[in-house]
């Protein structure tokens, strides 16, 4: 709906670029939505409109790379392009300012601040529209009920990641920062309520670790870790794949978690392991933590073991 289209009587309604308010909640409610279901979007903004185009600066859509659009920023002529550059920046996270024109239609220039785009159609006008990014957080899935996933659960968020906590018997409120608190283990509960492709951390610490570990294999994760020493990891992950558990993916569990770093109480543990997560995330991996403290007494700030570790057992 164009500005002109607006019946009078909604005047004082209009918010942004010439919305009525029915349509600004429907771009809010869509980005919302999206948000919630940690599906990735683009909003679109129309930054400069010249006649005859028929949308206004200001006017908005939230657009998925699936083609949806929510909002009003133009009719047919613009959505090819904009799908196209939407699909673009949800691939590599840059925003970009694009300029539809009356050229040659399928022209592409790049003048620099903006890429300009020839016309699809031939009833002109000009259209500069600001293509914004916004990716879902990165989750990670914290199993354990320990201090050093107490400890996850609360900085975790600080460097970008929606957490979710899982531990038998947890009590929602101990862990505010979490998204999403499942008080049991169980994965006929958690796995049809956790979507793929997370980062899990087992900081079970002693408590339920094969359950655990178990439950964290079945998540589709992208990288499980288990804040544990190579000696414990080792005779679990043994037992793991004598229980019939792929041993690939076994093989593939980061133990002991966390970048090597001379951590002893809970927080600084989780801080090495955090580490090494925000760097798999960014397609580096950390060195194994061999040297680092990574595991510690459920009920006790952890303690440097003897030499070179303070990973327990």
Same mark, same amino acid.
């Given at each position: 709906?164009?500005?002109?289209?607006?019946?009078?009587?909604?005047?004082?309604?209009?918010?942004?670029?010439?919305?009525?308010?029915?349509?600004?909640?429907?771009?809010?409610?869509?980005?919302?939505?999206?948000?919630?279901?940690g599906t990735p979007y683009a909003l679109v903004s129309v930054i400069k409109a010249l006649a005859p185009a028929s949308a206004h600066p200001g006017d908005k859509a939230v657009?998925?790379?699936?083609?949806?659009?929510?909002?009003?920023?133009?009719?047919?002529?613009?959505?090819?392009?904009?799908?196209?550059?939407?699909?673009?920046?949800?691939?590599?996270?840059?925003?970009?300012?694009?300029?539809?024109?009356?050229?040659?239609?399928?022209?592409?220039?790049?003048?620099?601040?903006?890429?300009?785009?020839?016309?699809?159609?031939?009833?002109?006008?000009?259209?500069?529209?600001?293509?914004?990014?916004?990716?879902?957080?990165?989750?990670?899935?914290?199993?354990?009920?320990? !201090?050093?996933?107490?400890? $996850?659960?609360? &900085? #975790?968020?600080? *460097?970008?990641?929606?957490?979710?906590?899982? =531990?038998?018997? @947890?009590?929602?409120?101990?862990?505010?920062?979490?998204?999403?608190?499942?008080?049991?283990?169980?994965?006929?509960?958690?796995t049809p309520q956790v979507a793929p492709g997370a980062w899990v951390v087992v900081a079970t610490q002693g408590r339920r670790d094969l359950q655990a570990l178990r439950l964290?294999?079945?998540?589709?994760?992208?990288?499980?870790?288990?804040?544990?020493?190579?000696?414990?990891?080792?005779?679990?992950?043994?037992?793991?794949?004598?229980?019939?558990?792929?041993?690939?993916?076994?093989?593939?569990?980061?133990?002991?978690?966390?970048?090597?770093?001379?951590?002893?109480? !809970?927080?600084?543990?989780? $801080?090495?392991? &955090? #580490?090494?997560? *925000?760097?798999?995330?960014?397609?580096?991996? =950390?060195?194994? @933590?061999?040297?680092?403290?990574?595991?510690?007494?459920?009920?006790?700030?952890?303690?440097?073991?003897?030499?070179?570790?303070?990973?327990?057992?």
């Open positions: 709906m164009s500005r002109a289209a607006v019946p009078e009587a909604n005047t004082a309604a209009l918010l942004r670029g010439g919305y009525p308010m029915s349509n600004v909640d429907t771009v809010l409610d869509a980005a919302h939505r999206l948000q919630q279901a657009v998925t790379a699936d083609g949806a659009f929510h909002g009003w920023i133009g009719g047919g002529c613009a959505q090819p392009v904009v799908l196209r550059t939407v699909r673009q920046v949800l691939a590599d996270g840059h925003a970009r300012l694009i300029r539809i024109a009356p050229t040659a239609e399928g022209e592409e220039k790049d003048l620099g601040d903006v890429l300009e785009f020839g016309m699809a159609c031939h009833s002109g006008g000009t259209l500069e529209l600001f293509v914004d990014p916004v990716l879902p957080l990165a989750r990670l899935v914290v199993i354990g009920a320990s !201090p050093v996933a107490a400890s $996850l659960a609360q &900085l #975790a968020p600080r *460097v970008g990641f929606a957490v979710t906590l899982v =531990a038998q018997d @947890a009590d929602a409120g101990a862990y505010p920062d979490a998204r999403q608190v499942f008080a049991t283990d169980d994965p006929a509960v958690v964290a294999l079945g998540l589709g994760a992208r990288q499980v870790s288990f804040v544990a020493s190579a000696r414990k990891a080792q005779v679990l992950k043994a037992s793991l794949v004598a229980t019939g558990e792929n041993a690939d993916a076994v093989q593939a569990i980061v133990a002991p978690a966390g970048y090597p770093m001379p951590a002893t109480t !809970p927080e600084e543990i989780a $801080l090495s392991v &955090l #580490a090494a997560v *925000v760097s798999h995330r960014h397609g580096v991996e =950390a060195k194994p @933590a061999a040297a680092s403290c990574c595991e510690a007494p459920a009920e006790l700030p952890a303690m440097p073991a003897e030499k070179s570790s303070c990973c327990g057992h």
